[in-house]
């Protein structure tokens, strides 16, 4: 079945870097389009990238543009998320998602694969 594993994530101060990474497995990689969300406490999970099946083009939040640049490895099954310049209010649990040959919408509803999470957390 469809694995998506997110690894990367901590604690850092504002300013910081971190890299998330999404592995998967039981899917075709190179044939999914990668995104990746985000759910703070007491929030609703919100977009913040996405990137297309040949990583040609990408999407992204307008509250993250110009600090965090997603990518993909199609040879190694794994996207990632750079985050750079990052802020407090930056914390929040970070989701990887997959959807096949999907467009690079914002919606939840528009990914059919999900991981579980990982916790990324900002001080100030």
């Known amino acids: 079945q469809v694995q998506l594993a997110e690894s990367g994530g901590g604690l850092v101060q504002a300013g910081g870097s971190l890299r998330l990474s999404c592995a998967a497995s039981?899917?075709?990689?190179?044939?999914?389009?990668m995104a990746w969300f985000r759910q703070a406490p007491g929030k609703e999970r919100e977009f913040v990238a996405a990137?297309?099946?040949?990583?040609?083009?990408?999407n992204y939040a307008d509250s993250v543009k110009g600090r965090f640049t997603i990518s993909r490895a199609n040879a190694q099954n794994t996207a990632y998320l750079q985050m750079n310049s990052l802020k407090p209010e930056d914390t929040a649990v970070y989701y990887c998602?997959?959807?096949?040959?999907?467009?690079?919408?914002?919606?939840?509803?528009?990914?059919?694969?999900w991981g579980q999470g990982t916790q990324v957390t900002v001080s100030s």
């Open positions: 998602a997959a959807e096949y040959f999907g467009s690079l919408f914002a919606q939840e509803s528009s990914y059919k694969y």
């Open positions: 039981g899917l075709t990689f190179s044939t999914y389009t």
């Open positions: 990137i297309n099946s040949s990583g040609s083009r990408t």
